[in-house]
Nanobody
Framework: QLQASGGGLVRTGGSLRLSCARS????????VAWFRQAPGKEREGLSC????????NYADSVKGRFTISTDNAKNTIYLQMDNLKPEDTAVYYC???????????????????WGQGTLVTVSS
């Protein structure tokens, strides 16, 4: 079970850190990703990380502003979001899928396990 938290209201240019925890168990070998969905828009993949080797991948829309990281001791994946813009307003979700050893990098496609969303609102 995935638990996402850390959303809230922030002004343009501000920062937030989202957390995604796997209750009761370590991550083992997974790809963990952050997605978002704004009202009236399709879900968008933002970033992912391999819990196996910590390699990361980012969508162009957030590259340079968002940073994904892992804390294995806390079984938590973070998404640090800086220089937030009103267009970042959305419900943010974390998701996970068992690592496929044919992969060289995590992807922003289909994921199996999903947490509940956390709302991020960026005011202008």
């Amino acid at each position: 079970q995935l638990q996402a938290s850390g959303g809230g209201l922030v002004r343009t240019g501000g920062s937030l850190r989202l957390s995604c925890a796997r209750s009761g168990r370590p991550w083992d070998d997974y790809a963990v990703a952050w997605f978002r969905q704004a009202p009236g828009k399709e879900r968008e993949g933002l970033s992912c990380v391999s819990t196996y080797d910590s390699k990361t991948n980012y969508a162009d829309s957030v590259k340079g502003r968002f940073t994904i990281s892992t804390d294995n001791a806390k079984n938590t994946i973070y998404l640090q979001m800086d220089n937030l813009k009103p267009e970042d307003t959305a419900v943010y979700y974390c998701a996970a899928v068992s690592w496929n050893w044919l992969w060289t990098l995590c992807h922003l496609g289909s994921y199996k396990y999903w947490g509940q969303g956390t709302l991020v609102t960026v005011s202008s």
